[in-house]
């Protein structure tokens, strides 16, 4: 069994000073399972314990190349020497906004902020200029970050097809039941709903958000007819096709979620990868909706366009550009997924897989499914049990099974190894573990 007792040990300090003693929510896992870290290199991170971990988490997508990556740290450290924030702009600026719009053909102008929270913002407001119409409609079981008019969901634990569309309630208290209105949560992947509820409230809606591969629900991804579809009834009813690649953004091919379903979006956000872990986050899009922003639009931000950040940026998105990192990291995540799918196999595990080798999904059901409702049918009970056991031998994914797994540059031919014979041995005591409450491994919820 794995030591935690630093971690539970400073929990304890910690939780008098912050609550949960955390910085963010999602990094409570409760008194006695909270790590704190001591450091990261490539794909390993050590907790206080001095537990090492192969992580597929990886911060939640920024980390693409591997934890301090010397190539980019360099560059960091450069761009400290130009001094950080100064209320005024510096020449990077233009560098690192030329090339994303190089790999980017949507991204036409370009605006910096810092969180992938500030970029969703930017651009849904960007949108309401544009359009002159505040509503958005967003997928079931999306996630586009921590602002009050986003801050809803689609309840479906216990929704019941049949049941007419999932209740849809805030995420937690203190978002205010006025900006619910905003908000019209559709399924992935139907376009008859999208163009009903565009029939009914065309007048209201002025943006489309998506995350085509859902990087916060088990990368449940959407079909290129829908996409195609999407673009169609977004022009025909007046409404900004936003693709918020936060997470896939330099992830799963260059030009992100977009090239690979050959669709342009009106305005699309950046975040996650763009350097390597480094603060930093883009809205971009069309040349005559960005010219909103400065005439009409304020966006700004005391931290914006940061030294630090934009050398950062500017050397992971070179390596990511123009190097093989990127098809690496697939090849990588293709080979894990046939080790993993062997083992499961084997043992009779019903399994598939979703999203993108860079962003998989590891889904218990054997038809990974194609909205949050569908999500609902899959074992979780099964990730649930393994993801835990996974955490003991020295695997780090995320607890919840909505999360994705993340790929970098640094899993390597060594990770690869590891990974599978702990995966073995942690399903294997899963196995065991379900079978000793009655469960039947492998069968759907
Ligand atoms: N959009 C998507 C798709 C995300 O996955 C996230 C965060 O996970 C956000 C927006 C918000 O980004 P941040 O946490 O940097 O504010």
Same mark, same amino acid.
């Given at each position: 069994?794995?030591?935690?007792?630093?971690?539970?040990?400073?929990?304890?300090?910690?939780?008098?000073?912050?609550?949960?003693?955390?910085?963010?929510?999602?990094?409570?896992?409760?008194?006695?399972?909270?790590?704190?870290?001591?450091?990261?290199?490539?794909?390993? /991170?050590?907790?206080?314990?001095?537990?090492?971990?192969?992580? +597929?988490?990886?911060?939640?997508?920024?980390?693409?190349?591997?934890?301090?990556?010397?190539?980019?740290? !360099?560059?960091?450290?450069?761009?400290? !020497?130009?001094?950080?924030?100064?209320?005024?702009?510096?020449?990077?600026?233009?560098?690192?906004?030329?090339?994303?719009?190089?790999?980017?053909?949507?991204?036409? *102008?370009?605006?910096?902020?810092?969180?992938?929270?500030?970029?969703?913002?930017?651009? *849904?407001?960007?949108?309401?200029?544009?359009?002159?119409?505040?509503?958005?409609?967003?997928?079931?079981?999306?996630?586009?970050?921590?602002?009050?008019?986003?801050?809803?969901?689609?309840?479906?634990?216990?929704?019941?097809?049949?049941?007419?569309?999932?209740?849809?309630?805030?995420?937690?208290?203190?978002? @205010?039941?006025?900006?619910?209105?905003?908000?019209?949560?559709? @399924?992935?992947?139907? =376009?008859?709903?999208?163009?009903?509820?565009?029939?009914?409230?065309?007048?209201?809606?002025?943006?489309?958000?998506?995350?085509?591969?859902?990087?916060?629900?088990?990368?449940?991804?959407?079909?290129?007819?829908?996409?195609?579809?999407?673009?169609?009834?977004?022009?025909?009813?007046?409404?900004? *096709?936003?693709?918020?690649?936060?997470?896939?953004?330099?992830?799963?091919?260059?030009?992100?979620?977009?090239?690979?379903?050959?669709?342009?979006?009106?305005?699309?956000?950046?975040?996650?990868?763009? =350097?390597?872990?480094?603060?930093?986050?883009?809205?971009?899009?069309?040349?005559?909706?960005?010219?909103?922003?400065?005439?009409?639009?304020?966006?700004?931000?005391?931290?914006?366009?940061?030294?630090?950040?934009?050398?950062?940026?500017?050397?992971?998105?070179?390596?990511?550009?123009?190097?093989?990192?990127?098809?690496?990291?697939?090849?990588?995540?293709?080979?894990?997924?046939?080790? $993993?799918?062997?083992?499961?196999?084997?043992?009779? /595990?019903?399994?598939?897989?979703?999203?993108? @080798?860079? $962003?998989?999904?590891?889904?218990?059901?054997?038809?990974? @499914?194609?909205?949050?409702?569908?999500?609902?049918?899959?074992?979780?009970?099964? +990730?649930?049990?393994?993801?835990?056991?996974?955490?003991?031998?020295?695997?780090?994914? !995320?607890?919840?099974?909505?999360?994705?797994?993340?790929?970098?540059?640094?899993?390597?031919?060594?990770?690869?190894?590891?990974?599978?014979?702990?995966? !073995?041995?942690?399903?294997?005591?899963? $196995?065991?573990?379900?079978?000793?409450?009655?469960?039947?491994?492998?069968?759907?919820?």
């Amino acid at each position: 069994m794995r030591s935690l007792a630093k971690s539970n040990q400073h929990f304890r300090r910690a939780n008098q000073k912050l609550p949960l003693g955390v910085s963010s929510n999602f990094r409570y896992w409760g008194d006695e399972g909270t790590i704190y870290v001591k450091r990261g290199k490539g794909a390993r /991170v050590w907790d206080i314990d001095d537990n090492e971990y192969i992580d +597929y988490r990886l911060a939640y997508g920024p980390i693409i190349l591997g934890y301090g990556d010397s190539r980019v740290d !360099e560059a960091a450290r450069n761009g400290m !020497e130009v001094g950080g924030v100064f209320a005024l702009s510096t020449e990077l600026e233009y560098d690192v906004a030329c090339r994303i719009s190089k790999m980017v053909p949507a991204a036409e *102008l370009v605006r910096f902020s810092n969180s992938g929270t500030e970029a969703v913002m930017a651009a *849904l407001r960007i949108a309401r200029s544009f359009t002159g119409k505040d509503g958005h409609v967003v997928m079931e079981g999306g996630y586009h970050g921590i602002f009050s008019e986003v801050m809803w969901y689609s309840e479906v634990e216990d929704w019941e097809p049949g049941d007419g569309a999932p209740d849809v309630l805030p995420y937690g208290e203190g978002v @205010p039941a006025v900006t619910k209105r905003l908000f019209h949560p559709v @399924p992935l992947n139907d =376009a008859n709903a999208l163009e009903d509820l565009m029939k009914q409230k065309r007048d209201k809606i002025g943006a489309f958000l998506i995350e085509p591969i859902m990087g916060n629900c088990c990368a449940i991804s959407a079909r290129a007819q829908y996409m195609n579809d999407v673009r169609e009834i977004c022009d025909r009813y007046d409404v900004l *096709l936003i693709v918020d690649e936060v997470k896939t953004g330099f992830r799963v091919a260059k030009g992100g979620v977009q090239e690979l379903f050959g669709i342009k979006a009106d305005l699309c956000t950046f975040a996650k990868a763009i =350097a390597n872990g480094y603060p930093m986050s883009v809205v971009a899009g069309r040349e005559d909706i960005m010219r909103h922003v400065g005439d009409g639009v304020v966006h700004g931000g005391t931290f914006t366009g940061h030294s630090v950040s934009l050398a950062a940026a500017a050397k992971t998105l070179e390596i990511l550009d123009e190097t093989t990192a990127l098809a690496d990291i697939e090849s990588y995540g293709l080979k894990l997924q046939a080790g $993993l799918g062997h083992i499961l196999n084997k043992r009779g /595990v019903v399994h598939s897989f979703t999203g993108h @080798p860079a $962003l998989m999904g590891l889904f218990f059901a054997e038809q990974a @499914p194609s909205n949050y409702r569908e999500w609902v049918h899959s074992n979780y009970e099964f +990730y649930d049990t393994l993801a835990p056991e996974l955490h003991e031998q020295g695997i780090l994914v !995320e607890p919840d099974s909505r999360e994705p797994w993340f790929l970098c540059e640094s899993h390597n031919v060594g990770c690869l190894g590891e990974t599978l014979d702990k995966f !073995e041995r942690a399903v294997d005591i899963t $196995l065991a573990k379900l079978e000793e409450k009655g469960s039947a491994a492998g069968s759907t919820k």
